[in-house]
């Protein structure tokens, strides 16, 4: 004997027909008659839950997609903002290594600038001149050497005017 049972977790209504001449649920002996039609529309109401099942699945994988790229993009977006940081360190660390230098630069001036008061016990002077420099004419200018004069600078001694590197 043979049986097919409309299951409802399936889209059935719970029934079952069977191949035998059992009065409730076969075919033979006439049962075809009022079991036959009812069964094949249980089959279709079967097949419409099997179809609606695979609708809901292939929306959920659409739905899964869409979100594994928004995924995607939210890695690049965070990507580009750590490379944006890392941008923003450099440039502010290039930025503080540069005021540490200014910084440098001014306590030599500082100490440049102190040196050469009247009264200064020891003068001091670095060893290339980066700028261009005249004695003017009735002065005197003095250089602790050695000293070297950088590329493209001119020291001008005007006529009358004396520099002496001891």
């Not at 540069?98 to 630069?105: I, K, L």
């Not at 003068?123 to 420099?133: D, H, K, L, M, V």
Request: charged share 15%.
């Amino acid at each position: 004997m043979s049986s097919v049972y409309f299951d409802p977790a399936l889209g059935g209504d719970g029934t079952t027909v069977t191949d035998d001449a059992d009065p409730a649920t076969g075919l033979a002996q006439g049962g075809h008659r009022t079991r036959f039609v009812p069964s094949l529309a249980q089959s279709v109401a079967v097949a419409g839950f099997v179809l609606t099942k695979a609708d809901e699945a292939a929306s959920s994988e659409a739905a899964a997609a869409a979100s594994e790229s928004n995924a995607d993009q939210s890695k690049q977006d965070a990507y580009a903002y750590a490379q944006d940081a890392a941008t923003q360190t450099g440039l502010a660390s290039a930025q503080a290594d540069r005021a540490e230098s200014e910084a440098d630069r001014a306590e030599e001036a500082a100490s440049l600038a102190a040196s050469t008061t009247p009264n200064a016990a020891i003068r001091i002077n670095p060893r290339t001149i980066t700028e261009n420099t005249t004695i003017p004419g009735g002065h005197n200018g003095l250089s602790a050497g050695p000293i070297a004069i950088g590329n493209n600078i001119a020291v001008t001694v005007a006529d009358n005017a004396t520099w002496s590197i001891v």
